[in-house]
């Protein structure tokens, strides 16, 4: 009995080693020249920075490879590309005689994909004798998968590995064909004759995103800011692309939900029966608690950080210089070859205009109907993006910082946002507000359908102020102010200037719907 | 414009199927909902035209030209779409509903419009997926630029996918006056301000939906289009750096 089992053993072996015929397998093991262009996180708003522990942009890597293509059927495996890759996204192109199929494995080595793809085959096993501390070695055939146990034959019979109460580990000779450390792209393609061609490859990998931050500066007599801001680009890949020429799109743009693939867990469980009597077993046993994050392992660790450090590299030799138009959205071209690397941020300068002019405004939104309440108004920052204010170029979204000097040193004096905002548009920053300026209504006078209203705006600076209130009148009423007043947004408005520690009035009246 | 289709296909059930002869179907199989599709989908205009593929009842095939080998927990990709110079058209839209005032501008939607037709498009018919487009940047090289799925699509269709929005191509909707005229009927003036900071003119199709059955528009700055009871449409050209307005009033129940 023991002969035909053998030879059926063999044959096994045999067609294991090659599982897809007469196929040559060729490795790239890394780019030769690389480009990453990274995207913001869609829904994020401009007032919310990054989110380090959880990027949620994404990134268009495109990568050129030298590659030696066999003549005949062959798999060309493209290592060393970003962890977050959809394949569904990949675009090769380069290959002379085109490709037959391309292919994203989920697998990469670890303990249960090296068990795994070793079923049926022979490995050593090294047992430490826990009375002698001997260690011996035998070999034995692997008879099951890694899910809850592993199987072993040996000479002795089956078992299962750490069940019986000895040391013991399985050695491996070799990781078997087609199995990676990095995560890998494969390509099946078909070559008349042996040649060298440069390859192209280009995916969008998730787990990238990037944010302008505008610094300020007001000048004493608030007429004008000394305006300068940062990119920072974030990437939490496992893969670092090194002197990678990088960009960074403004704008929004589509996406779809995609199904992700996710990678195999490292984690190699062993669950033997239970050595204890049948009464200190519960009923119940609890499942085995499963960690779905990755990089935690229990034979073997793969070290894999998820966040993003806090640390930067920041750029401070060089400036992107101006946006440039792609289809309908802004790329910003970082002027160097840069290493994004893994988990990582770095920061690079981007715009720096002196003297860009600006005026604070001080505005509200009031209900006219709002007797009694009073209210502070809101700080406003505003421009227009034109060379006539020293602007005029295509602004990305992003958290604007503003500062004054006093006494030769900085103050926070304001924080807001700003939006994707094109060239020849109202800039508008929401700052802070202002409790020196308030505004406060009272009823004068009323008869059977009609309200009298004063509203009285008070500043207490020394500075007289501009200050500007949209009336929110509730449809079908009416609002007749005293004097005649502009309107904005489809509301009243009133723009007026407060003089330096005074008060300003309007009286109006409100007609009410007549049913 | 050059298109590229590829067919994924993923094995996450626990065994590799080795050398298999693998045929793909197009087509939801018992998943009936009456047809209805609530989404404003791509294809403005179904078509009536039949592709070459092989069919089997409603379902087009997909067959795999020859045998693979699908591992488990592979994703495999396989080409079925290869089109080079089909003609395109990159076209702005902004729909406003109804009393929207935007307090900001917002940017117009980008169109990408192209046909599956056989004389003038792909000529085939698109299996249900996702759409991605890529431009060249200034050094020529591909940048994306955005991506739309779409339904299965018949061939002759005509589609537009809204890939993102423009940065340069603004638009700002306000409700200028709303005025009750009697116990049953309101006046609504609608503004649209729309900006073009592109250095080419854009013409966006500007949308005013909500509109609903007897709503009659009194008066307008330019000739609209009521493409249906709900809608109404402006071709609104905004020269290069420049900006354009439409105004329109409504005679409305609500």
Known sequence: ????????????????????????????????????????????????????????????????????????????????????IQPQSAIVTGFPDGIVERNRDAYLLSANSLIDRSLGRRVHLRRTSAATGAVRE???????????????????????????????????????????????????????????????????????????????????????????????????????????????????????????????????????????????????????????????????????????????????????????????????RIPEPVTVAANSQKQVAFLDQPNVAVQTVYRMRLDPDDDGSSYRATRFLVTRNRTEEGLGMPLPAGRVQLFTTLGGRPILIGEGALDDRAVGEDVEIELAEAPGVTSRIEEEDSGRDWEDHLLTVTNDGAAPVRYEVEFEVEEGDRFRPRSRLARRNGRPLWAVTVPANGTVTLRYRLVEADD | MDVQG?????????????????????????????????????????????????????????????????ANRQTKQVSFLDVHNTPAARAYEYRNAWLGTTEQPQSANTVLRFSSSREQGLGDALPAGTVRVYQRDARGNPQFVGESNIGHTPMGSQLGLVTGQAFDVKVRATVERRERVNGERWRTTMRYTLTNARPQPVTVDLLQSGLWGDTRIAEESMASERRSADEALWHVPVPANGEASVTATFDTRF
Request: charged letters at 25%; hydrophobic letters at 35%; glycine letters at 10%.
């Open chain 2, 6 to 70: 590829w067919i994924t296909l993923t094995n996450s059930s626990g065994t590799p199927y080795v050398n298999a002869n693998t045929l793909l179907v197009a087509g939801a199989v018992g998943e009936g909902n009456g047809g209805y599709d609530p989404r404003r989908g791509p294809v403005r205009q179904p078509g009536t035209e039949t592709s070459d593929r092989e069919r089997i009842g409603d379902f087009y095939l997909y067959p795999l030209s020859e045998r693979t080998t699908i």
């Open chain 1, 1 to 84: 009995m023991r002969r035909p089992r053998a030879s059926i053993l063999g044959l096994l072996l045999a067609l294991a080693a090659s599982p897809a015929g007469a196929q040559t397998i060729v490795t790239s093991a890394g780019p030769d020249e690389v480009d990453v262009t990274i995207y913001r996180a869609p829904g994020r708003a401009a007032r919310t920075a990054i989110d380090l522990r959880w990027l949620n942009g994404y990134a268009l890597i495109s990568e050129t490879r030298r590659i030696a293509i066999p003549a005949g059927e062959s798999e060309i495996r493209f290592e060393g590309v970003a962890g977050g």
């Open chain 1, 138 to 332: 035998q070999e034995a055939v692997i008879r099951s998968g890694a899910d809850g146990a592993l199987v072993l034959q040996t000479s002795e019979g089956f078992e299962a590995l750490r069940c019986t109460g000895l040391r013991e580990t399985p050695i491996f000779s070799e990781v078997p064909a087609g199995l990676s450390a990095r995560p890998t792209l494969s390509v099946r393609t078909r070559s008349s004759q042996a040649v060298t061609a440069n390859v192209t490859l280009s995916y969008l990998a998730s787990g990238f995103d990037w944010q302008a931050n505008y610094i300020g500066n007001l000048a004493a007599d608030g007429s004008h800011v000394d305006l300068f801001a940062w990119v920072t680009l974030a990437s939490s890949d496992e893969t670092s692309f090194r002197n990678a020429d990088t960009q960074a799109v403004a704008g929004r743009l589509n996406r779809e939900r995609v199904r992700h693939e996710e990678r195999e867990e490292d984690r190699l469980q062993l669950r033997c029966w239970p050595a204890q009597r049948t009464s200190d077993i519960p009923l119940r046993r609890p499942e085995p608690r499963r960690d779905t994050r990755r990089g935690r392992g229990n034979l073997e660790s793969f070290a894999a950080v998820t966040t993003v450090s806090d640390e930067l590299v920041v750029l401070t030799g060089s400036r992107i210089p101006a946006a440039e138009t792609l289809g309908d959205v802004k790329l910003y």
